[in-house]
């Protein structure tokens, strides 16, 4: 099992930044994916980001050029750099893990509890 924290969220004029972190902790190997996702109120959860233990980054269309991906292997942290925010990025941003177990099987992996973003206009 791993547990995820999140911080960094907050609320924050259309234009600005925000940097949201993750830390993950428990059973956690070599091969992984670690990402960020987001919910708007009536909406479905989207993918943001995702970043491999080793490997390419993908980014939703909505982000690219904007959001920046990263990790820390040797925190086990990854991190979300949000610039030129825009008041459609609101929404609660969960951050997501998937071992190789959950990878080779198509699992959903472990959630952070969320954190919430806000992009006034």
């Known amino acids: 099992q791993v547990q995820l924290v999140e911080s960094g969220g907050g609320l924050v004029q259309a234009g600005g930044s925000l940097r949201l972190s993750c830390a993950a902790s428990g059973s956690i190997f070599t091969i992984n994916v670690m990402g960020w996702y987001r919910q708007a109120p009536g909406n479905q959860r989207e993918l943001v980001a995702t970043i491999p233990s080793s490997g390419s980054t993908n980014y939703a269309d909505s982000v690219k050029g904007r959001f920046t991906i990263s990790r820390d292997n040797a925190k086990n942290t990854v991190y979300l750099q949000m610039n030129s925010l825009k008041p459609e990025d609101t929404g609660v941003y969960y951050c997501?893990?998937?071992?190789?177990?959950?990878?080779?099987?198509?699992?959903?992996?472990?959630w952070g509890q969320g954190t919430q973003v806000t992009v006034s206009s």
């Open positions: 997501n893990f998937r071992s190789h177990f959950d990878l080779l099987n198509r699992l959903g992996g472990s």
